[in-house]
């Protein structure tokens, strides 16, 4: 018998982060068994990311760690649901707008139809919000440039939140 253990495998998620300091993309490694956010959540302080392209550098970096509470949202590229559904409780499609230090996001936000709105985002279990189909507007901390983005799946940290509101149904 051996005692080493079987190796993890892993699938590559591309992602781009919006850090303080600008943009961050490349590849998160997630375990075949996880779903994207609950090996996101999980881990140290910092996410390691592979083939790292960082904002200032002319080229790919092959490794480049993210302190966590650095990113403001991030954009998934991953065909998978991003979570693990916890229940079969049915969700109510609330038209939201995030108001960051750099712009902000307009999305949809699933929430369970029991649950209020204010009540899930003050109270929300999974510490980060995923809005679909969701337009950014951002301010560029780099170049000071004007980033629009549409019909992105985001994945935004509370904390770099400074307000949320909805916004109710209807275009944007």
């Known amino acids: 018998m051996s005692d080493a253990a079987a190796p993890i495998l892993h699938r590559l998620v591309p ?22 956010l609950e090996a996101w959540r999980q881990g140290h302080a910092f996410v390691s990311l592979t083939d790292a392209q960082v904002e200032g550098l002319p080229r ?20 998978q649901p991003l979570e693990v559904v916890a229940s079969t409780r049915p969700v109510r499609e609330h038209h939201v707008t995030c108001l960051l230090a750099s712009g902000r996001i307009m999305g949809i936000l699933r929430v369970p139809q029991d649950v209020r709105l204010s009540d899930y985002v003050t109270h929300q279990e999974t510490g980060l919000l995923v809005l679909e189909q969701a337009r950014v507007d951002v301010r560029d901390p780099w170049s000071q440039a004007l980033v629009q983005l549409s019909d992105q799946r985001v994945v935004v940290d509370p904390r770099a939140v400074v307000g949320i509101s909805e916004l109710g149904p209807g275009p944007r």
């Open 60 to 79: 790919p970096i092959p490794f480049f760690a993210v302190h966590r509470t650095a990113v403001q949202f991030l954009l998934v590229d991953d065909p």
């Open 15 to 36: 992602v781009r982060v919006m850090t303080h300091a600008g943009w961050v993309a490349g590849n998160v490694h997630v375990p075949i068994t996880r779903r994207f």
